[in-house]
Each structure stands twice: as C-alpha cells, then as structure tokens.
C-alpha cells in the first residue's frame, strides 16, 4: 500500500481544506489506492505551526516524520483574496528535502466562490525550491466549496463531474508515486553542498 500525506492548509478550525483533505482521504481509501493506515491528514487549522522562524517548532516534528513516511503528498489551498493562505506557505517553510525531495504532489485549490486557480500558480513558483517537491501536471479545483464533497453521494451535475475528476486525478497521483519510488532511492541527497534548490 502506497503512504500518503494530505496537507489541509487553511488556518481555521473545522476548514473547507479539512473537509476536503478527510474526502480525497476516504477516496483514496475506497479505491484501494491506500488504508487507514497508511494515510494522513495534516491539518493546519487544528494542529497550527508556529510562524517560522521559532524556537518551538510545535508540531513539526511529528508532521516531518509523516512526510518522510508519504509516497505521496496532497497539498490542499485554501485560495484568501486570490493568495495561498498563510498557514500553508508557513508549512513550506518549514519543509526541506528531507521530507519531500522526488515525491509527487497534487495541488488543490479551494475556492468558495469560482477561483482557486490562483492557488496552483503561486505553489507551483515558489512552494518546490528547498523541498524538492515533484507537482503533478495535474491539479484539482474545489470550487463552490460548500455546495460540494459533503457527502457519500453528489449533490449536483457539478460535484459528481468534480467527484469524477478526482477519482482520475487520485490514480494517476498512485501510478507517480509507484514511479518516483525507486528514482528517490537513486538520488544522492546527502551533499551539504546542494541542501537547497537554486
């Protein structure tokens, strides 16, 4: 079973990103692409990181490791005034190679009106450098937030064709992370010299 991480960015409590992380989570689940066991939600709005630079890292350490453990990691961003919320672009702070250096991730954009775009641009530019972070071409556009993914069964011609789009998206994300898995075991990621990207 492939291990994967999903990464709930918004700073709020009981968050759209959540709602959404715990749905692509129980899709992974029910398309056996993963179990219970093996996946993870990282949420931003309930487990919060200290804005970095700190000298307590909070929760750090614990995310780190289930990072390290991921196949795969899921990134979902809440899209505030056409801009990555604070939350996540913190965590990306905090991330470095040793946690996601040459494993896929699928960006999800959150929108509670028609955007969310935006989001994929500005994670795309500036989120990969130091961690290494390998973005799927693929990505996932939540718009609507609220009318969608609240339940077992669609509630519209929308959330079906977005419930459709994500099954899609999920598999192609598995057949990445079946990839990548021995090319990280190629790389040498050990040279100080090359600790960050360029």
Not at 71 to 79: N, R, S, T
Not at 145 to 154: I, M, R
Request: charged letters at 20%; aromatic letters at 8%.
């Amino acid at each position: 079973m492939l291990n994967y991480a999903i990464v709930a960015g918004s700073s709020r409590t009981d968050s759209q990103s959540a709602k959404v992380a715990h749905f692509l989570q129980q899709r992974l689940i029910e398309l056996n692409l993963t179990s219970a066991a093996t996946s993870t939600v990282i949420d931003l709005g309930t487990g919060p990181l200290p804005l970095w630079p700190a000298t307590d890292t909070g929760p750090w350490a614990h995310y780190a490791e289930q990072l390290k453990a991921a196949d795969a990691v899921i990134v979902i961003v809440p899209e505030w005034n056409g801009m990555a919320c604070p939350a996540i672009k913190n965590f990306f702070i905090y991330t470095s190679k040793a946690e996601l250096a040459h494993k896929p991730g699928l960006l999800v954009g959150v929108s509670a009106a028609v955007g969310g775009p935006y989001v994929i641009s500005e994670m795309r530019a500036s989120s990969y450098k130091n961690c290494r972070v390998n973005y799927l071409p693929e990505h996932i556009l939540v718009r609507h937030c609220n009318g969608v993914l609240n339940g077992p069964q669609a509630a519209s011609e929308d959330d079906q064709r977005l419930r459709d789009r994500i099954d899609y998206t999920l598999d192609i994300l598995a057949k990445y992370a079946q990839a990548l898995k021995p090319v990280r075991e190629l790389i040498d990621m050990t040279n100080p010299g090359f600790a960050n990207g360029m």
